[in-house]
């Protein structure tokens, strides 16, 4: 079954689909690829083996979809935040507006025991990959970068390319550590580390990023 198809699938069996990929997320987080098999994801989603090959093909296709799933819905949130932003600027925003629409837009929405899974799975394919990076490349890191990069254009539109670029992994970095940390110490007090005051990390970051993206160009223009 070729990638994303489950997608195309409507009406009868969304929800087993659905049902399917949320158990998938939960244990190949808890146990691992190797150790989850197609009956236990089937059991927890309350379906049988026969479901999870008639909607997905394989184990390895249900493992990708997880992924590609997550990230179609950040990138919708990123895309209408940042699209938002440069329609209300009229094609000029400030890179400040930039980072903080897509900062707010890219907090996770699931519960916290869901963030947690997909926290853990994400290390644990960091650790041991399974996907191809070719996929990580095409269906994670470009999509994020085409979304900052038309915005952080159009308020930067002297930075070049390859700065443009690292700006941006600096940026996604630091809003992956600050999600990790939310998650690793949400049931410790916000005010015993500011990091994980949802609303002040962000007032930082956007500060922090958008001071280093002005003076990376403003020492690109005096080279120049």
């Known amino acids: 079954m070729e990638l994303g198809s489950a997608i195309a699938h409507s009406g009868k069996g969304e929800q087993t689909m659905q049902n399917l990929l949320a158990a998938a997320r939960k244990l190949f987080a808890e146990r691992g690829f190797r150790r989850t098999s197609v009956r236990d994801i089937a059991n927890e989603a309350g379906s049988n083996v026969a479901a999870v090959n008639y909607h997905f093909g394989s184990k390895e296709n249900l493992y990708r ?73 095409k269906e994670i890191i470009e999509p994020l970068q085409q979304i900052l ?42 005010k015993e580390i500011p990091l994980l005051d949802f609303d002040e990390a962000i007032h930082h970051i956007v500060r922090f990023t958008s001071a280093g993206i002005k003076e990376v160009q403003n020492r690109e223009n005096e080279s120049s």
Not at 163 to 187: E, P
């Open 149 to 190: 990069s038309q915005a952080i254009s159009a308020a930067c539109p002297n930075l070049k390319e390859k700065s443009l670029q690292m700006c941006i992994h600096s940026f996604l970095a630091q809003l992956s550590h600050m999600n990790n940390l939310q998650v690793y110490f949400a049931d410790l007090d916000a």
């Open 65 to 137: 979809e997880v992924f590609r799933q997550h990230r179609l819905s950040a990138r919708e949130r990123g895309t209408t935040a940042v699209n938002e932003i440069l329609e209300e600027s009229g094609g000029n925003p400030t890179v400040e507006s930039v980072l903080e629409a897509f900062s707010r837009a890219s907090r996770n929405a699931r519960s916290p025991s869901d963030t947690r899974n997909w926290m853990t799975l994400l290390h644990r394919e960091l650790a041991e990959p399974r996907l191809d990076p070719q996929f990580g490349l």
